[in-house]
């Protein structure tokens, strides 16, 4: 969903590896989600030019397309930055960082807003279904 954006499974190579393999394929920065007993934990992005963390927040709370009854089927394409609220700057400015920006015929829409004591990150479908939905603090 993130664009110009691969996966690559971690496995059981280290950070440190996965960092050299995301060098290796010209990458400049780096998501790291971490889990806990098999739920997303921690959400680091790492700026692989300075070698250190640029963005790190706690995961509170996930909502994945799987939580849901219906059949939604995904589509593959890239997001596009919706509505954004401004108390959650630092959450933007990362979205915009991974390259996240407002463009048209966008598959998903990602928007922002305050919740609680952190920022809820929601991904949108074209037809207003929910695909992913978390909540990141500091």
């Known amino acids: 969903m993130i664009p110009s954006s691969l ?8 950070i440190s590896e996965v960092i050299e393999a995301s060098n290796i ?4 920065l780096l998501l790291v989600v971490s889990s806990r007993k098999g739920n997303p934990s ?3 992005v790492y700026d692989l030019t300075l070698h250190s963390p640029l963005y790190e927040f706690k ?3 996930v909502t994945l397309l799987a939580d849901f009854p219906s059949k939604y089927q995904m589509r ?25 920006v407002k ?9 922002t807003s305050t919740k609680e ?11 207003g279904q929910l695909v992913l939905g978390m909540r990141l603090v500091k």
Not at 76 to 100: E, F, K, Q, T, Y
């Open 7 to 14: 996966k690559i499974n971690r496995g059981r190579r280290s």
């Open 25 to 28: 394929l010209g990458a400049r």
């Open 42 to 44: 921690k959400l680091v």
């Open 59 to 61: 995961i509170d709370g």
């Open 76 to 100: 593959v394409g890239s997001a596009c930055l919706g509505n954004l609220d401004p108390n959650c700057s630092l959450v933007n400015r990362m979205l915009i960082d991974l390259g996240v």
């Open 103 to 111: 463009r048209r015929n966008c598959v998903y829409s990602v928007t």
């Open 117 to 127: 004591n952190g920022c809820e990150v929601r991904f949108i479908g074209r037809d």
